[in-house]
C-alpha cells in the first residue's frame, strides 16, 4: 500500500520559517511529478508549488520568492521551505504525487493527509 506521510506544520509568527517533509511509502516503482497544495479557510484548495521527475519547479505567484520546493528521488521525499511567513499562508498543506505502484501498470495521484500551518503572533 502506497501513502504519503506529511510531518513539519505547526504555528509560527509572521515573519518566521517552516519546513514541511513528506515521504512517499510503500511498494514503489516510480515517482512522477511531486507537488504542495494548501486549502486556507474559505478557499478551495490550491497549488503552491510542484517538482516534475526532469525539469525545474513551479511556484504559485503568492509564494514565489518565499517558499523553495525540492525532492530527493532516492529517499522518495519532497520538501517545502517557507519563509517570509504571513497570517495569510495559515492553513492545511497537502502533499501530493503521482506514483506507480510496484505491480501496477499504470501511475495515479496520491495525496498525503495534510499539515496544518498557522502564522499569527
Known amino acids: 500500500q502506497v501513502q504519503l506521510v506529511e510531518s513539519g506544520g505547526g504555528r509560527v509568527s509572521p515573519g518566521g520559517s517552516l519546513t514541511l517533509s513528506c515521504q512517499a511509502a510503500g511498494s514503489i516503482t516510480s515517482v512522477s511529478l511531486m507537488a504542495w497544495y494548501r486549502q486556507t479557510p474559505g478557499s478551495q484548495r490550491e497549488l503552491v508549488a510542484q517538482?516534475?521527475?526532469?525539469?525545474?519547479?513551479t511556484y504559485a505567484d503568492f509564494v514565489k520568492g518565499r517558499f523553495t520546493i525540492s525532492r530527493d528521488d532516492a529517499k522518495k521525499t519532497v520538501s517545502l521551505r517557507m519563509n517570509s511567513l504571513e497570517p495569510d499562508d495559515t492553513g492545511v498543506y497537502y502533499c501530493n504525487a503521482w506514483i506507480r505502484a510496484r505491480g501496477k501498470g499504470q501511475t495515479r495521484e496520491y495525496w498525503g493527509q495534510g499539515t496544518q500551518v498557522t502564522v499569527s503572533p
Open positions: 517538482f516534475p521527475p526532469s525539469g525545474t519547479e
